[in-house]
Nanobody, 121 residues
Framework: QVQPVESGGGLVQVGGSLRLTCTVS????????MAWYRQAPGNLREWVAS???????NYADSVKGRFTFSRDNAENTMYLQMNSLKPEDTAVYYC???????????????YGQGTQVTVSS
């Protein structure tokens, strides 16, 4: 089985920073794409940032210039550095990874359980 696990969430004041970590463990041949999502109370889950196997990194307009996506290929780990946090960034943050488990096998997306980020004013 493949399991992404997030960590690094917490309570921070407006303007502060947090770095989220997501480690993908399990039976992995390769990871093709990775992404972060978030869901605030009463809202639908929304896409935050993603990295593609072609090397492109993309961000939602609401976080562009404040959040930075990075990854450690060797450790199957991705990060989301969040700066200049705002109350509207409060949400549960989820990571996801598109994984190929065997050579020539099909790709499948896996999702973590989420980590809470709360920005207080």
């Amino acid at each position: 089985q493949v399991q992404p696990v997030e960590s690094g969430g917490g309570l921070v004041q407006v303007g502060g920073s947090l770095r989220l970590t997501c480690t993908v463990s399990g039976n992995i041949f390769s990871i093709n794409n990775m992404a972060w999502y978030r869901q605030a109370p009463g809202n639908l889950r929304e896409w935050v940032a993603s990295w593609t196997s072609g090397g492109a990194t993309n961000y939602a307009d609401s976080v562009k210039g404040r959040f930075t996506f990075s990854r450690d290929n060797a450790e199957n780990t991705m990060y989301l550095q969040m700066n200049s946090l705002k109350p509207e960034d409060t949400a549960v943050y989820y990571c996801s990874a598109e994984v190929r488990r065997t050579v020539g096998g099909r790709k499948q997306w896996y999702y973590g359980q989420g980590t809470q980020v709360t920005v207080s004013s």
